[in-house]
C-alpha cells in the first residue's frame, strides 16, 4: 500500500525535468520565430536598426533582389555613425555603393532608402568611421 503512492510520485519527480526542459524548448522556439520574423522577412520593406557604438542591431537581414528597402537608422551612441551598403560588386567604395546620410548624430535617427541588388548573393554593409566594428550582412534570394 505504501508503495504505490511513492512510486507516483516518483514518476512525477523524474518527469518534472523533461517537462522543464520541453517548456524551455518551446520559449526558445517562439522566441527564435519573433525575431527571425523582425530580421528575416522578404515581403517587409521598413527595418528599424539600432546604431550602438560599434554596432547595428539586427545585422542581418533577407531580401528580394530589386526590393526597395527603407532603413530607420536611430543612432543611441555617442559616436557618430552611417550605413554604407556594398553593391552588386559587394566591394565598398565603388560606384554601385548605396549610402545613408554620411554623418548621422548621436541621438539622431535617419530614413535610408536603398533598392537590394538584383543578383543572389551575400553582401556586406558598415559604416565608414567603424568599419572593423559596425558591420553586417543581407543576404538577396
Ligand atoms: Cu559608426
Known amino acids: 500500500m505504501l508503495k504505490q503512492p511513492r512510486r507516483g510520485l ?9 517537462l522543464a ?3 524551455l524548448l518551446a520559449a526558445a522556439c517562439g522566441g527564435g520565430g519573433d525575431s527571425s520574423s523582425a530580421t528575416n522577412t522578404p515581403s517587409g520593406n ?4 539600432t546604431m550602438g557604438d560599434n554596432f547595428y542591431k539586427p545585422n542581418e537581414f533577407t531580401f528580394k533582389g530589386g526590393q526597395k528597402v527603407t532603413f530607420n537608422l536611430n ?9 554604407r551598403i556594398a553593391g552588386i560588386d ?18 539622431q535617427s535617419s530614413k535610408f ?7 543572389a548573393g551575400l553582401y556586406n554593409f558598415r ?14 534570394q
Do not use: R
Not at 75 to 83: D, E, L, P, Q, S
Open 21 to 23: 526542459a520541453i517548456a
Open 46 to 49: 521598413t527595418f528599424d536598426i
Open 75 to 83: 543612432n543611441t551612441g555617442i559616436a557618430i555613425h552611417m550605413m
Open 90 to 107: 559587394n566591394t565598398y567604395n565603388t560606384a554601385d555603393d548605396q549610402t545613408s546620410e554620411m554623418v548621422i548624430q548621436a541621438g
Open 127 to 140: 559604416c565608414d568611421y567603424h568599419p572593423t566594428d559596425s558591420i553586417g550582412t543581407y543576404t538577396v
Open 10 to 18: 516518483t514518476i512525477v519527480i523524474g518527469l518534472f525535468p523533461v
Open 113 to 119: 532608402e536603398w533598392t537590394v541588388p538584383t543578383k
